[in-house]
Every structure is written in C-alpha cells, then in structure tokens.
C-alpha cells in the first residue's frame, strides 16, 4: 500500500494480525497520515463575515507558542452553505509550511482580510444619541446642529461602525448635549496639535 503523498503517519488503528475490512463504505480506518509542507486550516466564519468569503483571500495564521511568527496563507475552498446550527460557513486555508514549523492539530487564530462589500463608517460612541427616535448623530452643516439616524452595523465598544445616516468627512458632535435641537448654531473649535513625544 502506497500513500498519495509523502507525510509522517501520526495515528495507527490496527495492529498485525488484526482483521482488516476492504471496502469503501465500513472498510477499517488503518492509518492517518499528514502531509507537513502544506497545513489545511478549517474554520468556521460567522454569518456577518461569510458573504465576503470568496477562494484567494489572504489568511493570516498565529499561534500562541509562537508569539513572533505569522503565518500567511490563502482561501483555497468554501463550502456552498452556511451550517444551520451555528450559521457559520466552513472554510478552508492552505498556510505554506516548508520549514515544518506548524505540526497538524495545533490551536491557531486566524485573520481573514475579508473586503467589505458595503463600506461602514466608524465613530465614537461618545457621539451617539440614543433615544426615542432611535440611534441618531449630531454632524455640523453650515455650522448648524444637524440630527441625522443612523444605522449600526456593529458596536465595538468605544467606537460604533455605522452603515447610514453619515458619510466620510461629515465633523460629527461628540457628547452633544441633551437640549441640543436640530438647526441649532455651531461654532467648531479648530483641532488642536499634539505635543510631540519626547
């Protein structure tokens, strides 16, 4: 019996003189053998990112053990569905390993440079004003106050990535406060420079 590529056998099911059943269907699982120059990576990708998945993506593969390492690879394949437990869609990445720094069945994280099929904005939470109107932001037009909803995408914590309501270069009104009325007049500050580090 030849295997169909070079690789070390890391698992071995049988011993000699054990019954050992042929077919394809209930045969006997024998031997796991793995292939060291390319590793194959499975990850499941949530809901939110997989509709940007397509095969070329850029990966980027680190391990804790190996703190100052990364690992570059690409999307080699994609299932055609997403799971319908966990709405996620399984993915597969190739990471180039010729020096044999990875060994098969390590614990990884994975980067994916997913690009964004609609672009979002993101902004301080400090700028959100949230009431019975719903998600809303303050921009300065024209030095008026103008109150604009906005659509969340996702909350980062201390920053919001929006998808409506504002776009790139709008000066948005951080902590307005709560009197704060729509056409009301504006007087932006000049931003201030940062000293420099000494």
């Not at 109150?147 to 996702?154: E, L, S, W």
Request: aromatic fraction near 4%; charged fraction near 20%.
């Amino acid at each position: 019996m030849v295997a169909p590529f070079d690789g070390v056998i890391t698992q071995r099911n049988v011993d000699v003189g054990a019954l050992v059943q042929g077919n394809a269907t209930s045969g006997t699982f024998m031997f796991e053998i793995m292939q060291e120059g390319v590793i194959r990576i499975w990850v499941y990708v949530p809901q939110d990112a997989a509709f940007g998945v397509t095969r070329g993506i850029e990966a980027i593969v680190r391990v804790p053990e190996l703190p100052n390492r990364e690992f570059s690879g690409k999307v080699t394949r994609i299932a055609d569905a997403l799971q319908p437990g966990t709405r996620t869609l399984l993915t597969e990445i190739d990471i180039p390993n010729p020096d044999g720094s990875l060994t098969p069945g390590i614990y990884c994280t994975v980067e994916l440079h997913i690009p964004r099929k609609s672009p979002s904005i993101s902004v301080p939470a400090d700028a959100i004003i949230f009431n019975g109107n719903g998600m809303q932001v303050a921009v300065v037009n024209n030095s008026k106050a103008e109150i604009r909803k906005v659509g969340v995408k996702r909350d980062l914590g201390t920053r919001l990535e929006v998808d409506s309501g504002i776009k790139a270069g709008d000066q948005v009104i951080l902590n307005p406060p709560v009197n704060l009325a729509d056409g009301s007049k504006m007087l932006v500050r000049p931003e201030t420079t940062a000293a420099a580090d000494k």
